[in-house]
C-alpha cells in the first residue's frame, strides 16, 4: 500500500467499491426467487407458531386466574357461613340464657329468703 496516492487514485477506488456494493446488492435473489419464497415462508411459519404459544399462553394465564378467583369466591362463601353459623350460635346462646333468666331470678329470691328465714329463727 503506497501513501502517495493522489485525489484520482482515491476516486477511483471509491467508484469501483460503490460498483461493488451495487454487484452485490443486484446479485441478491428477488423476490419472486423460490428460496426467498421457501424463507420467508418458514419466517411466517415461526411466526404463527409463536402467536399460537403467546394465545396458549394467555389462556392458561386466565384459566388460572379464573380458577383463583373461584376458590377465593368459595372460601368467601364458606367464611360467610362460617360467620353465620357462629352468630346462629350466639344468638342461641343469649335465647337459653334469657330463658333461663326467670329460673335463676325465682332460685334466688327462695335463696334469698331462706338465708332471711333462717336468720331470724336463730335469734
Excluded: C, I, W
Excluded at 20 to 28: T, V
Excluded at 82 to 100: G, T, V
Aim: hydrophobic share 40%; charged share 40%; net charge positive.
Amino acid at each position: 500500500m503506497t501513501y502517495n496516492r493522489n485525489y484520482t487514485d482515491r476516486q477511483t477506488d471509491s467508484a469501483n467499491a460503490k460498483l461493488a456494493l451495487l454487484a452485490r446488492f443486484k446479485a441478491r435473489p428477488g423476490t419472486d426467487d423460490p428460496l426467498m419464497q421457501q424463507r420467508r415462508a418458514e419466517r411466517l411459519a415461526v411466526a404463527e407458531a409463536r402467536a399460537a404459544r403467546e394465545q396458549a399462553r394467555l389462556e392458561a394465564k386466565r384459566e388460572a386466574e379464573r380458577l383463583l378467583a373461584a376458590a377465593a369466591a368459595e372460601r368467601e362463601a364458606q367464611e360467610r357461613l362460617a360467620e353465620l353459623a357462629r352468630e346462629e350460635e350466639r344468638l342461641a346462646d343469649l335465647a337459653r340464657a334469657e330463658a333461663e333468666r326467670p329460673r335463676k331470678v325465682l332460685l334466688e329470691a327462695v335463696h334469698y329468703a331462706q338465708l332471711r328465714g333462717a336468720g331470724s329463727r336463730r335469734r
